[in-house]
Each structure stands twice: as structure tokens, then as C-alpha cells.
């Protein structure tokens, strides 16, 4: 192992070869990741047996080889193997690199929480988009050497993309925000902001959340007919339900965009997909929580009767969170009834409807629907106390109308 010390920059040149790397033949990229797994444990041996120092340039490359070797994989398996190969890297490059820089305990916490693609993320950005950085060299509309690096680099860096944001954002609203890009790529690129979403520290989004939302969710979720279209749409609210979902900041800027494009965000709650329909449900509910104020007297009255028509739905879960959102729009997002519902009109209509489910077949739903009920008692104590009595007289089980009405009197 001493006397391939010397050796290692070459070797490691010779593996990253792109004709190695990427090949079609997967024999070929099988033992290309082989070989990189030998090389690293010599480096690992060398350094910690004999104090001998390999390049951080060689540990860039030899990451880089890996990198481009798993945008080829075509198996789990694999990429499996490929992944423990970059594990080892991370290993044997974290460990030594921290005892040579942690100079205090704070910058030590804070190397702790990135990998290897995040160290050296920036390196691996330019070898794809070369000299400038010009992310808009690459061709979105069809897949390319280039994007399936990206998207790679991307994934393996999600858990610390948070480090990143400045470059990555900008780069997925250039990919998503054109329709023009054929439905694959942005299939493949709203799912990867999912996963970035999901996985790195949500409270980083919130500057970047009304460029997200309005540049590369809202277009993604206007309907448009086809199989694709629909996969896009699912991702898209998927991102949506994820963001709001997050820190109270990001929510409400997010919510503050939303409430302008009521129109789109209720098309979804008529999907044919009952993923996106309960999706939809959680969206709204988190936008009456957060932005209650920013949704005009004109989009509630236009609103309402949508909502009220998932407790309709074929799916017993798009309506028991229904009940959770009716509960959201009577106690956040309703003006008072002086200004807004004066003959009672409003209220009495969601009663009406709301009633006829509190003696659903369905247990779970019953609960729901009881619970919204519970909640909305004391909007409108009048209407709610009429609508209530009326109801009592067809319903099975009377002891929840009376229990409503109860409610009502304290």
C-alpha cells in the first residue's frame, strides 16, 4: 500500500474515466466501483496505520467517478453497491478532515451534519455545468448526461441541501416552471424537490417558499388531461402539502400566494386520483389555518360549497380530513356573521349538509363530522341550534344532536 501512495491521483484519474464511469456495459461499472472500493480502503489504511495524506483533489474525483457511476445504475442492487462505496469515501474523508479543521465546537456540530456531497457539493456542481455555472446549459426537455448528473447530485445531497439552497433553488424553478419540458423531467425534478423538501431542514425553505409555491408548484398543478399530467399534478401538491406543513413562517408566505389562486387549488379537490384529492384537503387546511384574512368574502362564498361536496366523496379519508378543514373555514376564515352571513344563509346550508354525515355508516366519519360540528356550535348559536333540532328527528342516533345541542347552550 506504501508504494501505491504515489500512485493514487493517477489511478484515481484512470477510474473516473467517463468511459468507465458510464458505460452501458454494467459489468463494466460493477468493477469500476470495485476498484473504487479498493482504492479508498488503501487510502483509509495508509492514513491511519502510516499517517500518510491523500488530496482532498483525489477524494473529489474519486466522488466524482462514483457519482456518475451511480447515474447509471440500472438496479437497486447496484446502487446499493455503489452507495456503500461512497459511505467508505464519507467515512474515511469526514473523519480525517474534521480532526485537521474542527477548531471549535460549534463549527464541529456543524460539519457533523453534512456528508460528503455537501462538502464538496459545489465542486461536483461545476464539473456538470462547467466554466459559469450556466444551469440554464442544460437541456430540461429531454434527458441529457447533464440532468441525470444533476438529478443524481441532487438526490445524494438532499438530507443537507439546506447548505445549498442559493444554487439548487434556482435550478429546479428553471427546470419546472417551463411546460414547454417534456412531463418525465418534470415528474423527476418535482419529486427530487420532495425529496429535498422532506428530507433537509424544512425552516431553510422558508425565504425560497413564494418562489417555490408561484414558480414551480401552482403552474404544475393547473389541470391538464393525461396520465402524465396527472403523475405531475400529484407531485406538485405532494411539495405543496409538504412546504405548508413546515415551519409557521414558510406557511404563511406560502399561504399568502395561495389565496390569490383559490381557483386552481380547488380543481384538485375534484381529481380523479383520491391522493391528490386528500392532498388538497390537507393544502386548504393548513391556507384557512395560516391566511384566513387574505381570502376575500367573494372566494369564500365560491369556496365553501366545494368543500362542503368532499364530505360527498368515495373515499371515507378525503372526508374525514374534510371535517378537520370545514372546522378550519367556520373558526378561522369565516368574518363574523354580522358582516358576512347576516340571514344565516351560509352557515344554515354547511349545517344542512354537515348533519346528514353525522349519521353516516361510518363510525370514523361520524367522529369527524361531530367534531367539526362541536367546533362550529357557537359561529351562528341560532341557526346551529335549528338546524340541529331538525335534524334530530331523522337521525338514529339523536343522543349526538342532543349533545350538539348542549354544546350550543353553554
Not at 418534470?186 to 433537509?200: E, F, G
Not at 344565516?344 to 363510525?363: C, N, R, T, W
Request: charged share 25%; hydrophobic share 40%; glycine share 2%.
Amino acid at each position: 500500500n506504501a508504494k501505491v501512495h504515489k500512485h493514487i491521483p493517477t489511478i484515481a484519474k484512470i477510474l473516473m474515466s467517463e468511459r468507465l464511469c458510464m458505460s452501458d456495459d454494467m459489468p463494466c461499472r460493477y468493477f469500476t466501483s470495485k476498484c473504487f472500493e479498493t482504492l479508498v480502503e488503501i487510502v483509509t489504511d495508509l492514513e491511519g496505520s502510516l499517517g500518510m495524506a491523500t488530496s482532498e483533489g483525489v477524494r473529489k474525483d474519486m466522488l466524482w467517478g462514483l457519482i456518475m457511476t451511480m447515474s447509471k445504475c440500472g438496479s437497486a442492487k447496484e446502487l446499493a453497491q455503489v452507495t456503500r462505496v461512497v459511505s467508505l469515501l464519507d467515512q474515511a474523508t469526514l473523519g480525517e478532515k474534521k480532526m485537521r479543521e474542527d477548531d471549535s465546537k460549534q463549527h464541529e456540530e456543524e460539519q457533523q451534519q453534512q456528508s460528503i456531497y455537501s462538502v464538496y457539493f459545489m465542486d461536483m456542481y461545476a464539473r456538470i455545468l462547467g466554466e459559469g455555472l450556466d444551469f440554464k446549459k442544460i437541456d430540461w426537455k429531454q434527458e441529457t448526461k447533464a440532468s441525470r448528473l444533476m438529478v443524481t447530485l441532487l438526490n445524494q445531497t438532499a438530507q443537507d441541501i439546506h447548505h445549498h439552497l442559493k444554487v439548487v433553488v434556482p435550478l429546479i424553478v428553471t427546470c419546472c416552471a417551463s411546460l414547454d419540458h417534456v412531463g418525465s423531467v418534470r415528474i423527476n425534478m418535482l419529486a427530487l424537490l420532495q425529496k429535498l423538501v422532506s428530507s433537509s431542514q424544512t425552516a431553510s425553505w422558508a425565504p425560497y417558499a413564494g418562489t417555490i409555491v408561484s414558480n414551480v408548484i401552482l403552474p404544475n398543478m393547473v389541470w391538464r388531461n393525461g396520465l402524465s399530467a396527472q403523475t405531475i399534478r400529484l407531485s406538485a401538491v405532494t411539495v405543496l402539502a409538504s412546504i405548508l406543513a413546515c415551519a409557521p413562517k414558510c406557511r404563511a408566505d406560502a399561504c399568502a400566494l395561495l389565496a390569490d389562486r383559490i381557483e386552481t387549488l380547488e380543481t384538485c379537490l375534484e381529481d380523479d386520483d383520491v391522493r391528490i384529492r386528500l392532498l388538497s384537503t390537507d393544502v386548504f387546511f393548513h391556507l384557512l389555518n395560516a391566511a384566513p384574512d387574505k381570502i376575500d368574502e367573494l372566494h369564500l362564498n365560491k369556496l365553501y360549497p366545494k368543500l362542503l361536496d368532499r364530505l360527498d366523496d368515495s373515499d371515507d379519508r378525503v372526508r374525514i380530513r374534510m371535517a378537520r378543514t370545514l372546522a378550519a373555514l367556520i373558526t378561522k376564515a369565516f368574518p363574523e356573521k354580522e358582516s358576512f352571513d347576516r340571514t344565516g344563509q351560509a352557515f344554515e346550508y354547511i349545517m344542512k349538509h354537515a348533519l346528514v354525515h353525522l349519521d353516516d355508516p361510518s363510525e370514523d366519519v361520524n367522529q369527524a363530522i361531530f367534531a367539526f360540528l362541536k367546533q362550529a356550535a357557537h359561529y351562528n348559536v341560532k341557526v346551529f341550534v335549528e338546524s340541529v333540532t331538525k335534524a334530530r328527528s331523522r337521525h338514529t342516533t339523536p343522543e349526538r344532536c342532543d349533545a350538539l345541542l348542549k354544546i350550543a347552550s353553554e
